[in-house]
């Protein structure tokens, strides 16, 4: 490994750091009426955001641990929600994170479909562990559950989501810690 490629691995793994950190902090101004924390599932917004930055394998690995870490950690979210949130999130994280580096023009329509497409993704993934839970969860999961919980009451983070992030991107274009890559120019050593 050159000392470029060294130096953006490091670079990766600390921003990977922080959002995971993030994630550990962020609930906790939501998490005083868990039925506001719900809706606006404030673990997503990091997870989302290293995938973009970092790329796809970061953003898979921020996914897979911090639901867990954060239950085992600091006791919220619930075991079984963190599980089920766990190869949501990591969804999120891996699927954003590849679909945006595909993109030969990398501006806020990548990173808005890049977004909506792992976001769907997630949440078919959320149901399929919800529905493998079933036996474990005693309680049934249903279509319209799938529906209600992962669709209707997301709307607000799904919100927060569609506007948070793409402007949080297009803050950091403009302060030249991400570089959105214009059609035609090579990937930035920032980028990978």
């Known amino acids: ?22 994630g550990m902090i962020l609930p906790f101004f939501t998490g005083q009426i868990p039925q506001i924390g719900r809706m606006l599932s404030p673990m997503h917004l990091p997870v989302l ?6 790329g796809w394998p970061w953003g898979l690995a921020v996914g897979l641990i911090l639901p867990l870490f954060r239950h085992f950690t600091l006791g ?31 501006d806020l329509a990548a990173v808005y479909i890049s977004l909506i497409t792992a976001m769907l993704a997630g949440r078919v993934v959320w149901g399929i562990a919800r529905v493998l839970m079933t036996g474990v969860a005693q309680e049934p999961f249903t279509w319209q559950t799938f529906l209600t919980v992962g669709f209707v009451n997301a709307v607000p983070a799904i ?20 570089r959105f890559r214009r059609e035609g120019e090579a990937p930035h050593l920032s980028q990978n």
Not at 83 to 92: G, N, Q
């Open 1 to 22: 490994m050159d000392r470029t490629a060294r130096s953006a691995h490091i670079r990766n793994l600390v921003l990977s750091a922080l959002f995971i950190a993030v």
């Open 49 to 54: 955001l290293c995938g973009l930055i970092c």
């Open 76 to 106: 919220m979210p619930m075991l079984l929600d963190a599980i089920a949130m766990t190869p949501e999130l990591a969804v999120y994280g891996g699927v954003v994170g590849f679909l945006y580096r595909r993109f030969k023009k990398q």
């Open 159 to 178: 919100i927060l989501q569609l506007v948070f992030i793409p402007v949080m991107m297009l803050a950091l274009d403009r302060t030249g810690v991400v």
